[in-house]
């Protein structure tokens, strides 16, 4: 597949939404715009999209992670393929850009939370070499 990895664009708030939908996200395009734009403003975030024939078929989020415990390191808020677009190296490019922008600040850790019921994603990873170190529970609290 002819695909060309860029730094997301505001332009792009629509078809990103479009891609959380297909994962089940109630996703609406001006909350995502806005929050596309925080990225875009903020030097401790990057995302990316990949664009084929025109068209974004990939997004990926990193952000730097600082932990009083331990080094930084740079975490995988989201990344998600069209469904067109999958088993064809693309996903693989967007983690590999993301690594790409943390080395370049000197961050030698990436770290993705994945839902554990999402055994195909958990392949993916290891494919790229990551290794699973814990599980977790996540605990929200509205205010
Ligand atoms: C997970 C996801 C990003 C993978 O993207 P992709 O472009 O299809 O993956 P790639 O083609 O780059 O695959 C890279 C490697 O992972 C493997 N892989 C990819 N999808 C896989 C699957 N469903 N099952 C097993 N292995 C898989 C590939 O075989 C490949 O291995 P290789 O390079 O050693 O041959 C994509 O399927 C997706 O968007 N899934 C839904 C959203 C999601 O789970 N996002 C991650 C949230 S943290």
Not at 53 to 68: D, E, L, P, Y
Request: charged share 25%; aromatic share 8%; hydrophobic share 45%.
């Amino acid at each position: 597949m002819d695909v060309i990895v860029r730094e997301v664009a505001l332009e792009d708030s629509e078809a990103i939404c479009n891609l959380l939908e297909q994962l089940g996200y109630n996703a609406f395009v001006p909350e995502t715009a806005e929050r596309i734009k925080a990225v875009m403003a903020d030097e401790m975030h990057c995302a990316f999209v990949a664009v084929a024939k025109g068209n974004v078929v990939g997004w990926i989020h990193g952000f730097f992670a600082i932990r009083i415990e331990s080094a930084p390191f740079v975490e995988i808020g989201g990344l998600v393929l069209d469904t067109s677009a999958r088993g064809a190296g693309v996903g693989r490019r967007l983690v590999e850009q993301v690594m790409e922008w943390s080395k370049q600040r000197s961050i030698i850790k990436l770290r993705v939370r994945t839902n554990s019921a999402r055994s195909k994603t958990h392949q993916f990873y290891q494919n790229l070499g990551f290794t699973e170190t814990k599980e977790q529970k996540v605990f929200e609290l509205k205010l």
